[in-house]
């Protein structure tokens, strides 16, 4: 085994390898999900549920942030009643203006995304406060190392979904398959709920809000860079193109999910190694063990794109395997964008405004050229280029260099492995 191999090997054991198999078996469900609903749907009806899933998946993004804070909080204060309780009904707060805010932008929003009624829309609401507290109660969990409890939950959603979205989508079409999205995440958040009884205790101070903005601001920038092309497509194609493009899109993006799993678990090794002599090593094996199944995803879809397009959905989007072939370039390149805007979140770093430049580049671009799929997927590409080189050059030079002397400290006395292992 070669070294680099071997540490992969060792960030799997320290935690990786359980988030990485269920995200592995929900990135199928999921194509499984599309795959049966897309030969349900015509192409309109598919591409109007592709660009509301997304817009879902958006929502829950900035929220996510949460799952690290409440990760660091139970990795240094420990797990009690009184802390999941506090932590879990803040989150809920938190996230109901929001959700208010969306339920009222829901004439809106149907209209921009061309939905046959308002109830598709205003279904966004509530997915995205049982997103947030879900996010926040698997952070918890794998504050408390229960790393396999984090998993179920993935794998509990990506069951609901199968069977009560698919069930449902045959009456009520797009609304039907909304509605198993969103019961699929309540049945997560009961499934994490039901093992998340720690010993009573006082608790601690709570979720601080600036640490919860700081990684939302760095992870909807991220999101935004790497979806926007699938969401102003549904807006400038028209319905067989832009289910075309979701189609392909889904495919190709699917390649990210599992590089995703894998930097939740090792991003604490970031954070351990930033102040050591060891950070530029640490940088490296956490960005190889992210990109390696991205590049591998990716390599297999280029190569029998219109296999995968057949199997998945049918002949009817036979023409999009050119258009698969872009995207999951495009797709594999953005998971290093990922790992290097983790690395800026490790560091502090204002470099986490890089993507969201770069999201502003590619919706200009897109807004410019939007003619056909093919013009909206060379944008995207063209977005990917500077932004990946500048987050490169930003970010490659401090992790490279060696730490200042007063920098030289690992909080607990705890080496990064042991870190590590603890916050996942």
Known sequence: MTPLAGRIARLAALGAAPIAVAVAVQSAGNLAFHAVVGRLMDPGSYGALGAVLSAMVMLGVPLGALQTAASALVAEHGLTRETTRRTLRSVALWSLPPALLVLGCAPLLRDYFHLASLAEAAQLAPYLVVAAVTAAARGLLLGARRVGTVA????????????????????FGVSGALAGTVVSEVAALLFAARRMRGPAGAGTSGLRL????????????????????????????????????????????TVLALPAGIMAAVFPRLLAAWPTAGRGRALLTSGAAVAAPAVLGAAVIVAVPSLVLSVLYGDGYADAAGLVRALASVAALTCLVSVLTHAAMARRSRTIAVPWAGAVLEIALIEVWHGSAAQIAACSAAALVPTLLLMAALEGRPWARAPRAKAQVVTG????SHTAATAA
């Open 152 to 171: 179920m939950t993935y794998l509990v959603a990506t069951v609901v979904r199968l069977t009560l979205g698919l069930v449902l989508v045959i009456p």
């Open 210 to 253: 600036g640490a919860v903005a700081y990684a939302g601001i760095a992870v909807t920038g991220m999101f935004l860079f790497s979806t926007a092309d699938l969401l102003l497509a549904r807006h400038h194609l028209g319905d067989a193109a832009s289910g075309s493009y979701v189609a392909a899109a889904t495919v190709a993006k």
């Open 413 to 416: 006395g705890a080496d990064p």
